[in-house]
């Protein structure tokens, strides 16, 4: 374990859309120059190399990484041992399927339940390093409870705005937590404007997807963690399920910070965003039948987190995909349920609908050519099915 207080590398926040920079020492929400998300960007040129030989004799969840995580203090870290995730092999469903392997990376195992705890931890400790007394966020469901999660470890009032639709179960842990929990007719974009007005009235700070900093430095852990745990070789292609994107962005931020440290070799992996059906503003964009996602509507979906219209990242989003040559998909809502199902029956993993719908659009990319069967293939499963079976409706 580190004796050292202070050794992250966080040397400045850049725009990501002109580069401008914003001082890491000060509470930042998006770029005074673009409105637009903040980038942290970290100076290892006074410890070149940093060795990724010392991992083992760190800690064993994301914060092993803490000299690439932007907490200056260890002391004001908030953690309830997020990370560290298991990445499994999948057996049956890649003999089903017409593949030689399957990796499967899963994010339920995290405390909440989901990949948002990794964000948040993040977040919150910054919040609590620059002594936030209060936090809100709008969110399709696990954000909120990771949010209320960390929030109540660090002592800070937390503010949660969710879809009325939300499955209940996500509602009672944020109240478990202690939040206060409001209700929104309609989608996470709904719940982002609700929560505007209340931070403006009260002052709080937003921790919304890419509306401050931290979240996609906890989430980009995930990269880290699935070079390591694969002896330093990424695989040749990660499917994703893209609501926000700040899971999608982060890991390829995380590829290219190690490959500037020399910890990786230079090949990259294709990167395929996943989304919804019922809400593909990502695909829509992709396809060009739209330019952009900032008029799109969407529905619901039983796939809470892949239910935002217009993530305010969009632009980070298609830069990554056409960078690693990435593609995106829809998936239906019937396919979520059967290979929500599949999985659990024939892997014996409950996923959430978010994590099948990575394993309905194999087939799919595999027909168009788009992945092969001999690839190695990583699906990056962000949350646990149990919070999402009052969706399912299931007769019994």
């Known amino acids: 374990m580190r004796t050292i207080e202070t050794l992250s590398l966080l040397s400045s926040l850049e725009c990501s859309n002109c580069g401008q920079y914003h001082d890491p020492h000060k509470l930042h929400q998006t ?26 004799a760190h800690s064993d969840n994301m914060w092993r ?45 995290n405390p909440t339940g989901s990949f948002k705890a990794r964000g948040l931890s993040a977040a919150i400790s910054k919040a609590k390093e620059f002594g936030v007394e209060s936090c809100i966020v709008p969110t399709a469901g696990n954000a909120g409870g990771a949010m209320a999660a960390y929030c109540a470890a ?8 969710m ?79 893209t609501g926000g994107g700040t899971g999608l962005i982060g890991l390829w931020k995380a590829f290219q910070e190690m490959l500037a440290l020399g910890w990786i ?50 632009p980070l989003i298609m830069d990554v995909l056409k960078q690693s040559h990435g593609h995106s998909l829809a998936i239906t809502e019937d396919d979520l349920k059967k290979y929500m199902q599949l999985l659990a029956r024939k892997e014996g993993m409950l996923a959430a609908p978010e994590g099948a719908a990575l394993v309905a659009a194999l087939p799919k990319l595999l027909e168009e050519g788009l992945i092969l069967h001999d690839e190695n293939i990583l699906l990056l499963n962000t949350g646990s099915g149990y919070k999402y079976l009052e969706n399912l409706q299931i007769p019994v």
């Not at 005074?32 to 010392?54: G, H, I, M, R, T």
């Not at 503003?281 to 987190?305: C, E």
């Open 163 to 241: 879809p009325r639709h939300t499955p209940k179960i996500f509602k009672e842990e944020c109240w478990m937590y202690g939040a206060e929990v409001i209700l929104v007719d309609g989608l996470i974009n709904d719940c982002a404007a609700v929560a505007a007005k209340i931070r403006e009235e009260r002052g709080s700070f937003d921790v919304s997807t890419f509306k401050e900093p931290y979240r996609l430095e906890g989430k980009k852990t995930m990269g880290y963690e699935i070079a390591e745990q694969l002896h330093w070789n990424l695989p040749d292609v990660i499917l994703y399920p």
């Open 265 to 314: 070799p230079d090949k990259m992996p294709r990167l395929i965003a996943v989304q919804a059906a019922n809400c593909q503003p990502i695909v829509a964009s992709w396809q060009g039948i739209q330019p952009n996602a900032k008029k799109y509507n969407g529905q619901p979906s039983i796939a809470n987190g892949l239910a935002v219209p217009r993530p305010f990242a969009e």
């Open 31 to 56: 770029s005074v120059c673009c409105n637009a998300p903040l980038v942290a960007a970290y100076d290892s040129s006074d410890v070149f190399p940093l060795s990724k030989e010392v991992l083992p």
């Open 154 to 161: 660090a002592g800070i009032d937390a503010v949660v705005v």
């Open 65 to 109: 990484y803490l000299e690439m995580l932007p907490v200056f203090d260890v002391n004001n870290i908030v953690t309830l041992g997020e990370g560290m995730t298991p990445l499994q092999t999948l057996y049956r469903i890649p003999q089903m399927l017409g593949f030689d392997r399957l990796y499967w990376k899963d994010e339920s195992l």
